[in-house]
């Protein structure tokens, strides 16, 4: 990297960085201010609303020019049906990117909720966090989702557990999909592709390490691939239903990173 790429890369970094805290701080009070005032059946609208101005915010920020490949289906928020929709997870931009197209809350890892300024954001927006390496922890979950599912809420969810490099995808975990039997909820599958060599993987580093380092770059092409909706019944087996949303996701990806190039 030359003197004065080095010294662009750094000015972004400051300018992002104090951004992203700023942009955050700055949202976190009006929403739940916001929220207060809503009656019970707007608080979803009104939060995806809120989430989705945050997040996009956030892409135009850290220069994210999010590609969007299909068609993405209007939420099912009536009729007890709701959405899980699965992807797979290569960086800490896929949150926003998915907040920001899909709407819906997340499903997170349970430590994701003590990290700096997003712990924060994620808790008063609902975020579902869940140990995976606790049994209470997990059939807690299930039936937290279940309930989301049958109240008509939209889920995101990154089954692979966490982020990879590259764009094998690895096994999903179950516990959503036996929660998506339950309730008999729409599934949409998702595949995203960041540009090799972007740098964009969120691996061996802290959460505020990736974020300085992705502060630094210039400019970020991704696609995201979206899927046909399905529709799973309380006979599927849930093994059955996450096998079939790996396979559509692995498909997605392939064809995400066709449009993204090598």
């Given amino acids: 990297m030359s003197g004065a790429s080095a010294v662009a890369g750094r000015g972004r970094q400051v300018v992002r960085a104090s951004g992203f805290v700023g942009i955050t701080a700055a949202m976190l009070p009006a929403f739940l201010a916001r929220m207060r005032a809503t009656t019970a059946d707007d608080r979803d609208a009104v939060r995806d609303r809120w989430v989705a101005r945050w997040a996009r915010a956030l892409l135009r920020l850290f220069s994210v020019e999010v590609v969007v490949d299909g068609v993405v289906p209007p939420p099912a928020r009536s009729g007890g ?53 606790n049994a209470k ?47 008999q909820t729409e599934i949409l599958p998702v595949g995203i592709a960041y540009p090799k060599g972007s740098g964009a993987a969120f691996i061996d580093e ?39 949303a790996h396979r559509e996701v692995g498909a997605l990806v392939k064809r995400a990173r066709t449009l993204c190039g090598p």
């Fill in 81 to 133: 049906r709701g959405r899980l929709v699965v992807c797979n997870h290569r960086s800490a931009i896929d949150i926003g990117v998915v907040l920001a197209t899909f709407g819906g809350t997340m499903v997170s890892r349970d430590d994701v909720a003590e990290w700096p300024v997003i712990g924060a954001a994620a808790r008063a927006v609902g975020t579902v966090f869940v140990d995976r390496q």
């Fill in 137 to 183: 922890s997990g059939a807690a979950t299930i039936r937290i989702l279940q309930k989301h599912f049958e109240d008509g809420g939209a889920i995101n969810l990154f089954p692979e557990g966490t982020t990879f490099d590259g764009d094998e995808v690895r096994p999903f975990h179950g516990g959503a999909f036996v929660a998506a039997v339950r309730a």
């Fill in 206 to 244: 802290t959460f505020m390490r990736h974020v300085a380092r992705m502060a630094k770059s210039d400019r970020t092409r991704m696609v995201v691939s979206v899927g046909e909706p399905f529709v799973v019944r309380r006979e599927d087996r849930a093994t059955d239903v996450c096998a079939r």
